[in-house]
């Protein structure tokens, strides 16, 4: 296989994998791969995931690579509430929450955190596309309950305060009926007790 045909056939993607190499042609030959980095075509993100060099890497390409690397994974946590607004600071790793065990990736082009959660909690995500390619990002109020459910420390207004959550778009974005129907889902008895003290806190801040 020569890697025109390779680049030809998945220009679209921001990652691909050897099994979408051997899609394409299932006698290929691995040693192509490190001949290809060698020469500057592609890079290697993780074992078995690499994508072109000449490719943009912006913060869509990023979740479609976070997605794809360890799966199943959504993106969710910290960079989920940023992209939401909720939260000032800017976030530089890409957080997710996964049901496959807790793991971290430093790679070339960024810095991967996966958090697990329980298989029965992979809902209330949303698909979006970018460059005919999709990704899995939680829905706000998702993104919310997989933070606090995964942070059972925070549980009390000084707690909420130090978050600095932007309240007013926290309360113009929230669907609250959403918001309780995922509650309930996580059958947790502690995390709805947390919560109903948070949603008394954004009332009244």
């Not at 290697?44 to 072109?52: E, L, N, S, T, V």
């Not at 969710?76 to 793991?103: C, D, F, N, R, W």
Request: proline share 2%; glycine share 2%.
């Amino acid at each position: 296989m020569q890697f025109f045909e390779l680049k030809t056939q998945l220009k679209h993607f921001s990652v691909f994998s050897i099994q979408d190499i051997e899609k394409i042609n299932p006698s290929f030959h691995k040693q192509r791969l490190s001949e290809w980095q060698k020469k500057g075509y592609i890079k290697k993100i993780r074992q078995g995931f690499y994508y072109f060099s000449d490719i943009q890497i912006n913060e869509q390409a990023l979740f479609i690579i976070a997605n794809t690397i360890y799966s199943p994974s959504y993106i969710s946590l910290e960079m989920a509430l940023s992209v939401y607004g909720l939260i000032p600071e800017a976030v530089y790793s890409i957080t997710s929450v996964t049901s496959q065990k807790t793991h971290t990736f430093k790679t070339t082009v960024g810095h991967f955190i996966y958090q697990h959660i329980k298989p029965e909690l992979l809902f209330g995500y949303e698909l979006r596309e970018h460059s005919n390619q999709r990704y899995m990002i939680a829905e706000m109020e998702k993104a919310l309950l997989d933070y606090f459910y995964l942070h059972p420390h925070i549980k009390n207004r000084e707690d909420f305060e130090g978050l600095r959550f932007n309240v007013s778009e926290l309360k113009s974005k929230i669907h609250m009926d959403r918001f309780k129907k995922y509650l309930a889902a996580f059958q947790c008895k502690a995390l709805s007790a947390r919560m109903n003290t948070f949603l008394t806190y954004i009332e009244y801040a």
